[in-house]
């Protein structure tokens, strides 16, 4: 970029079950995935997401609280980490 030239922002659109992917990354930023979009969100592929996120929960990165999983202290310090 040149000195004195407008920053721009990119934009990337995604087709498909990626978009749910997408979506289910930015709920981790969040710290909370509401559990109930998931169908909605991801379609066909909401049981492989629920797979991952029973193995967070499981390990102790994440717990319950109502419809949501939410990131534990641990967790969110491991999501930064990656």
């Given at each position: 970029?040149?000195v004195?030239?407008?920053?721009?922002?990119?934009?990337?659109?995604?087709?498909?079950?990626?978009?749910?992917?997408?979506?289910l990354?930015?709920?981790?930023?969040?710290?909370?995935?509401?559990?109930d979009?998931?169908?909605a969100?991801?379609?066909?592929?909401?049981?492989?997401?629920?797979?991952?996120?029973?193995?967070?929960?499981?390990?102790?990165?994440?717990?319950?609280?109502?419809?949501?999983?939410?990131?534990?202290?641990?967790?969110?310090?491991?999501?930064?980490?990656?």
């Open positions: 970029m040149q004195g030239s407008k920053a721009i922002a990119l934009r990337l659109a995604f087709a498909g079950q990626m978009s749910g992917w997408w979506w990354y930015w709920r981790f930023y969040d710290t909370r995935i509401p559990l979009d998931l169908d969100v991801l379609g066909h592929e909401a049981s492989k997401a629920r797979l991952w996120l029973r193995v967070v929960e499981q390990v102790g990165l994440a717990v319950r609280k109502g419809g949501c999983l939410e990131l534990t202290k641990l967790g969110a310090f491991w999501l930064h980490l990656l």
